[in-house]
């Protein structure tokens, strides 16, 4: 009941917003070139769906966050784990990761398309970075906070180091290494169309692009509402699985990264 209410709530604004957007329409409160009427972008949506446009954009984009996501999770979390499992190694990385951290992917795009062309490997790789830092850091994070006495125990049984990862830190650190993959996984959809409105040539961002070009509000705005929506959707199925992947935390307030 309690999660059905703060549905019903989270709808207010989205709904009149839209009320807005029919009333401005119908009493011509704006230029109807610039911001379409609902039933325009209607019959536009329905257009892009029935010809395929949509879904083959679509398709492209998942694939490349998929794949990007994928390799980032590959390179993140085991550099995550020996830096969190070996202290020692971190006065030697860490200024770099910091210094990494803090360039936004899209600003290595004009040197990406220098050294790779305009191809799927820049748009790739910006995924790749987007997606990377959140990982990283927060199983660092998780590893590196993992209770010492709960290591000891394991010591005190006999647990090699394998076996303490698998049964103590990694159970541990879990919330932690699912937060960093859900902001990611968020990370990734936003870069990857802001490097396809750039250089692309399918895609959703650039399907907005096109729209934009040809003077086609209704696109646009198809573009950015199927955005969010499907980056909302994404965000429900992975936010359901987190905690179906640690059932020990089902009773505490744990958000896997919503905030």
Known sequence: MLHRSSLFKGLYIPFLIFAAWIAGSHFSLWNAYIIPSPGEVADAFAQVVADGSLSKHLAVSFARVFSGFGAALL???????AL???????????????????????????????????????????????????????????????????????????????????????????????VGMRLGLGYSWRALVGAELIAASSGIGYMILDAEQLSRPDLVIIGILT???????????????AKKLVPWKEGEETDYGRG
Do not use: Q
């Open 75 to 81: 390179l993140a979390f085991p550099l995550a784990v």
């Open 227 to 241: 955005i969010g929506f499907m980056g909302t959707l994404i965000d429900w199925v992975f936010f359901r699985l």
């Open 84 to 178: 969190g499992m070996n202290r020692h190694w971190n006065p030697y990385v860490h200024i770099s990761l910091e210094c990494l951290r803090h360039i936004p992917p899209l600003a290595t795009i004009p040197i990406l398309i220098l050294w790779f062309g305009i191809g799927e490997a820049p748009k790739m790789l910006i995924v790749i970075m987007a997606t990377f830092f959140p990982i990283f850091f927060n199983t660092l994070h998780g590893v590196a906070s993992c209770d010492n006495k709960l290591i000891e125990v394991g010591n005190s049984f006999g647990m090699n180091r394998r076996a303490i990862f698998r049964h103590i830190v990694l159970p541990a650190s879990l919330p932690s290494v699912l």
